[in-house]
């Protein structure tokens, strides 16, 4: 399974490339804001920062939601650097323009996925990425990785090639669980893959090594 880093931070994208572990970067208008970036050539800006740190999938939202301005938007996006996907909502415009940027070599990541049906629409459309978000899903009192595991049946019974990127991650839980329900791609915040690296036992057991390997020192 790959690792995304979901966020727009320099400072965290920078520490968790430090890892050695990340494939990619997903990011989405409200990280950006989040950041205080404004403006097209700072937006465009902070995505050739964020491409020149990480040597992998770079994921760019269009901000439009009609297909000709999705088209226009895509291509200024892709054209930032060959590692860029360009984000396009599942909507009805949203699949006509993954279909536009497939035919056009522009890979792409199908967000504001919430429904196996909408995740069978994006790999009809020739998606590179789909992005069901599971944390929402949770978050409404449905099971987000429980839809994992059904994407992950259908695009194998399927053969759809489309790569299950299970995103809005809320712990290091939901990382293990979309790893054993078939995602292909986790896109997570900062803190939920560190906090992969904690259990107690490793940690007492550390400190134990260390106090012993000073007796033979
Ligand atoms: C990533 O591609 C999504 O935009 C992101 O994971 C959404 O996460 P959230 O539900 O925490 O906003």
């Known amino acids: 399974m ?16 430090e890892l050695g572990i990340l494939d990619g970067v997903t990011t989405n208008p409200s990280l950006m804001a989040k950041e205080g970036i404004k403006g097209e050539a700072a937006v465009m800006n902070h995505y050739k920062t964020i491409c020149e740190i990480v040597d992998g999938a770079i994921s760019a939202e269009v901000v439009s939601t009609e297909f000709n301005e999705m088209v226009e938007e895509g291509k200024k996006l892709a054209a930032i650097h060959p590692n860029i996907v360009v984000k396009v909502p599942m909507i009805k415009d949203g699949v006509k323009a993954l279909k536009w940027f497939t035919e056009n070599g522009i890979r ?33 009192s449905w ?11 259908i695009y194998g019974i399927q053969g759809f090639k489309t790569e299950i990127l299970a995103a809005s ?7 293990v669980k979309c790893a054993e329900a078939g995602a292909d791609v986790c896109t997570c915040p900062l803190d939920s893959i560190l906090g992969l690296l904690k259990h107690p036992l490793t940690d007492i057991g550390l400190a134990k090594f260390v106090e012993d390997a000073k007796k033979f020192a």
């Open 2 to 17: 790959k690792f995304f880093i979901d966020t727009a931070n320099l400072a965290q994208i920078q520490e968790a490339n």
């Open 143 to 153: 099971d987000g990785v429980e839809l994992i595991s059904q994407i992950a049946n």
């Open 108 to 140: 792409t990541n199908c967000t504001l996925v919430f429904s196996a049906g909408q995740a069978i629409l994006a790999a009809k459309a020739g998606a590179t990425f789909v992005s069901p978000f599971i944390g929402r899903i949770d978050d409404s």
């Open 169 to 175: 991650i809320r712990s290091p839980l939901h990382i």
